[in-house]
Nanobody, 124 residues
């Protein structure tokens, strides 16, 4: 099992900034990617950004330039710096980790876990 602890959400005025953090712990063994998704009421969960342990990033096109994802491999922690926030950024933000574990017989088992989500509210 891998546990994800998210922090940094809250209420901010439009134009402001927030920094989300997500720390992974437990039976991690090897992480491939970590990322952030968000979901607004009545909407599907959508990609915000993902990052590999080599630092390769992927962003939702609409968020490029305002959001920055980074990762501290040593701490198994991913960050999302959100600047110039808009009311439409209001959503629950979820952390995701993708990786795998290996047992004593070298059997590799992939995993994919989600955090419980952290609310981000941007007031106009």
């Amino acid at each position: 099992q891998v546990q994800l602890v998210e922090s940094g959400g809250g209420l901010v005025q439009a134009g402001g900034s927030l920094r989300l953090s997500c720390a992974a712990s437990g039976d991690i063994f090897s992480i491939n990617t970590m990322g952030w998704y968000r979901q607004s009421p009545g909407q599907q969960r959508e990609l915000v950004a993902r990052i590999t342990t080599f630092g390769v990033t992927l962003y939702a096109d609409s968020l490029k330039g305002r959001f920055t994802i980074s990762m501290n491999n040593a701490k198994n922690t991913v960050y999302l710096q959100m600047n110039s926030l808009k009311p439409e950024d209001t959503a629950v933000y979820y952390c995701n980790v993708n990786g795998g574990t290996m047992d004593y017989s070298a059997h590799y088992s992939p995993y994919d876990y989600w955090g419980q989500g952290t609310q981000v509210t941007v007031s106009s």
